[in-house]
């Protein structure tokens, strides 16, 4: 059976998944325009600033609007924040201080923040600079909670810090109970004690948020989830207002925090992309589920599988074969808009241990909402697969890259 009949024989059996999708896009849609409707988002709100970016009414509606969707009481949203990592560290530097210990509940982070924590040397590191990390690992993809409980009893903990997504790891991604859970357990301890969540690529794939159900601060990337593929850069930090300052002074400088930083022209590019976010991450979900089910017919193991409860637009495909990751890769990235004609080959990466190969023919350096596909080259060969703007692309590019698999 060729790979198109395939795909298609298959996605008739998903419908009920489907329907499951649409109704939180549905929900997450209105949360968004109950947004733009209640900070009444004008035309000229549209319109960015230069120079030290004094007075921007967009900017400030932007973060309003960001802290109304995601649940906090104050956000951080900018340009000038360049990737998850960048945000991620930002927040880090902005809220510990020397001899401050931080305690990584999901175990250990990616690969970029080795160097931001102090895992890997670096003279600019959190390590350089006095500040502790502490690790405890997940078991059987949920956290420890009597090792936890008796750490934070027996140390003094300054930042809790939770990875919701999987990274490159067969671990699952973290749920919202599991976060409900954890947070309540932290906060009996200590209340003092900040919880903090790197929320990328779990952005409106479930109704609530780390902030609802107590978390003290989570951060993100636009050129994931809440970007909704317009939005050419940039990141985001929500949660309590305190931390916040403290992070736009780290960002920014201190004295001015959030009231400098120009948005250039990246506030309509902001707000368009917040507005279509539902709707692609929907789709990106879409495409994830078809993948799962496809992959998993052909006798892959995948994570997580088709009807699994979703916390992330990942999905994960083991192939227990170098050539099978690579040439499903190349197939993805066949399907892509920008560089379909090159073949990605397994290359050393800045802030990766190991060689990856990684598909992503986007609009957008780095885009992960857009249809991509990359992995570390070693056992197991897992590719991790993000995103679609459109289910009908991704489709298409799961039966491109099923076919140059059916072909080696």
Do not use: W
Not at 24 to 44: D, G, Q, R, T
Request: with cysteine.
């Amino acid at each position: 059976m060729e790979a198109f009949d395939l795909v298609t024989k298959y996605e008739l059996e998903l419908k009920g998944e489907f329907d499951k999708v649409d109704r939180l896009c549905e929900y997450n849609s209105l949360k968004v325009l109950n947004a733009f409707n209640k900070y009444k988002v004008s035309e000229s709100d549209l319109n960015g600033t230069t120079g030290y970016g004094y007075d921007d009414a967009g900017r400030d509606k932007i973060e309003s609007i960001f802290s109304y969707v995601l649940g906090g009481e104050d956000s951080l949203v900018r340009s000038q924040i360049i990737s998850g990592t960048h945000a991620i560290s930002t927040a880090l530097f902005g809220i510990l201080r020397p001899d401050d210990t931080i305690l990584s509940i999901s175990g250990k982070p990616y690969d970029t923040l080795e160097e931001v924590i102090g895992i890997k040397d670096n003279s600019s590191s959190l390590k350089s600079f006095g500040i502790n990390y502490k690790q405890i690992d997940l078991v059987d993809s949920d956290f420890a909670y009597d090792k936890i409980e008796k750490f934070l009893n027996k140390n003094k903990v300054k930042v809790v810090y939770i990875q919701r997504s999987r990274g490159y790891s067969l671990r699952k991604s973290v749920d919202i109970k599991k976060i409900e859970k954890i947070v309540k357990l932290v906060k009996s301890i200590n209340k003092d004690i900040i919880i903090m969540v790197d929320n990328c690529y779990c952005e409106f794939v479930e109704k609530i948020t780390p902030l609802e159900v107590g978390a003290d601060i989570i951060i993100g990337s636009l050129i994931k989830n809440l970007g909704g593929g317009i939005a050419p850069n940039g990141g985001y930090i929500c949660g309590k207002k305190k931390l916040i300052h403290l992070c736009s002074e780290r960002l920014n400088v201190a004295g001015e925090a959030k009231l400098v930083g120009p948005s250039l022209n990246m506030n309509k590019l902001f707000l368009q992309g917040l507005y279509m976010a539902p709707s692609v991450v929907s789709s990106a979900v879409k495409t994830a589920i078809l993948t799962s089910k496809v992959m998993e017919e052909l006798g892959f193991e995948v994570s997580p599988k088709y009807n699994d409860t979703r916390v992330d637009i990942v999905e994960s495909i083991i192939f227990n074969n170098k050539e099978k990751l690579i040439k499903y890769c190349q197939g993805i990235q066949s399907a892509s808009a920008i560089d379909s004609h090159v073949a990605p080959v397994p290359y050393e990466m800045p802030g990766y241990s190991d060689a990856i190969i990684m598909a992503s023919g986007s609009f957008i350096q780095g885009s992960s909402i857009e249809i991509s596909c990359d992995g570390p080259v070693k056992e197991p060969y897992i590719a991790y697969q993000q995103g679609g703007l459109t289910y009908q692309y991704g489709k298409i590019a799961l039966i491109k890259a099923i076919n140059n698999i059916l072909k080696s």
